[in-house]
């Protein structure tokens, strides 16, 4: 069973920067795509951002120009510049080998205003 770990959610003021990092514990997993999603209270869980295999890179229009996201092997980083408020949530990581996906536990965003 692969497990996806992540690190790097926490309290940050608007504007700020954050960096969330997930690697996949099974060294073997053959990964097609991972990526980034969130969920705010009351709101559908969204993506965020997604690299294939191949390192073509997939963002929300609203991430664009803030956000980075790249890979090393079997973890994905993703750099987050210019926080705004409606940022916050719960960011799962998300990883998939072209057939199963799986989920990671989610870390926590918050923002300031």
């Known amino acids: 069973q692969v497990q996806l770990v992540e690190s790097g959610g926490g309290l940050v003021e608007a504007g700020g920067s954050l960096r969330l990092s997930c690697a996949a514990s099974?060294?073997?997993?053959?990964?097609?795509?991972m990526g980034w999603y969130r969920q705010a209270p009351g709101q559908q869980r969204e993506l965020v951002a997604s690299?294939?295999?191949?390192?073509r890179t997939n963002y929300a229009d609203s991430v664009k120009g803030r956000c980075t996201i790249s890979r090393d092997k079997n973890r994905v980083t993703l750099q987050m510049n210019s926080l705004r408020p409606e940022d916050a949530a719960v960011y799962y990581c998300?990883?998939?080998?072209?057939?199963?996906?799986?989920w990671g536990q989610g870390t926590q965003v918050t923002v300031s205003s």
């Open positions: 998300y990883a998939d080998d072209g057939g199963r996906g799986y």
């Open positions: 690299i294939i295999s191949g390192g």
């Open positions: 099974e060294s073997r997993f053959s990964i097609n795509r």
